[in-house]
């Protein structure tokens, strides 16, 4: 059993920022304190000037999934992998029913995939695409298998989309059972109506994806689900890659009037809006790389966006994590917007693009970043307190981070197995120097030290009473 002390950092929590060294044994934290003996430590580290952070926990990846008549390019090694450089340590990837298994054999299939490949630890949500009475109850027995969230797609028209049908009788069974119901809300009824109309007209550039998902649509959805789930009973609702002002409205006046509604966005809304989807002067599909749903917005709902992360509107701040290679993949729509595969990369990017563009600026501090990155996901998803905190007997996820260190962001140098950054050429200031996974120091700087098969099935467990702000 190995111990490490890693000294005089800034520790930082979702709710305190205080100088201190932390005693790491084996793969737990075993010690907190402020000058802790060195003696008998395997290994000394010292964090002066540098930021201690619990390794961040992204909630929403789709790592080696079939979508858009391809495979999303990471599989669990690889995007593994790249989230830890990225100072991410676990993730909770989206394992999808596909049409006529059950969910015990869905979850076999994504456990599967990660299997021997895994380098960082992973959780399951369960995305029911084919609801049946055997479905139905499955529902109940999912915590047993270490499951305590499902997703229900409200677009993708004839692939992922359920009715409202489906979406309201598992709403009332996830709440019977303490499972929370995730949805992707936008209107795919509406949406398919707006895209043959674009096609019709001769309408065919990657543009025509944001053009014919309008925010109203975003909107409607999020209303309607917030509804249901209120008819429900007040089943838990989670509200993923939340992209505009109108919705957020939708999610903030349910957490007013005490509705447990939750929202996430994800890192890259931030940073990007619709006229990215753009042709440039050198490449007119050059748009595709930014092709996901929801699509991104205005300049208006970044700000908004902003403000929610800052109320606690917004809960948590995720990828979506969906590579597709621009030359091999996304071309599948180069002659027709509707063909290009929906998602974009990002697993190693979230942390320091969220820290650039909110705690750089002052807009969060540390303290919310980690909130928002790690504490508040672990909460949501049953990991909590295991993960996503910093406390004696958590799991030695650690990230030290210095705050001052400049990274230019490429494909060059990523790790993400995909041929595009939607960030190139961005220099940002902060990073993650050495990212520890369960007491093992599996990044140090540019050095990979960890390992496929290292990564374990996080069990999730109930959801953590959950602090309303
Ligand atoms: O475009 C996206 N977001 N692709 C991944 C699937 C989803 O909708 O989350
Ligand atoms: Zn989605
Ligand atoms: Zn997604």
Redesign the pocket.
Known sequence: MATTLIKNGRIVTASDEYTGDILIDDEKIALIGDGLMEKGADTVIDAKGRYILPGGIDV?T?LD?P?GGTVSSDDFFTGHKAALFGGTTAHVD?CIQPKGKSLKESLDLWHAKAKGKAAMDYGFHVAVTDLNEAVMAEIAQLPKMGVTSIKL?M??KGV?QVDDTTLFRCLRAAKASGVLTMV?AENGDAIDVLVKDALAAGNLAPIWHALTRPAELEAEATNRAIELARVAGDAPLFV??LTNAMALHAIANARKRGQHAYAETCVQYFHFTKDNLNATAEDAFNGAKW????PFREASDQAALMRGIRTGDLVSVST?H?PFNYKTQKTLGAKSFAAIP???PGIEDRMYMLWDAAVRTGQISPSRFVELTATNPAKLFGLYPRKGAIIAGADADLVIWDPKAKHTVSAKTHHMRVDYNLYEGREVTGKPVKVFLRGKLVVDGKRWLGAAGAGRFSNAGRRSCFRTR
């Not at 092709?291 to 929801?294: A, E, Y």
């Open positions: 929403h789709h999934m979508f989206f797609f677009a993708y992922l992707h993923v890659h092709v996901c749903s929801p979506d969906c929906n998602g974009v």
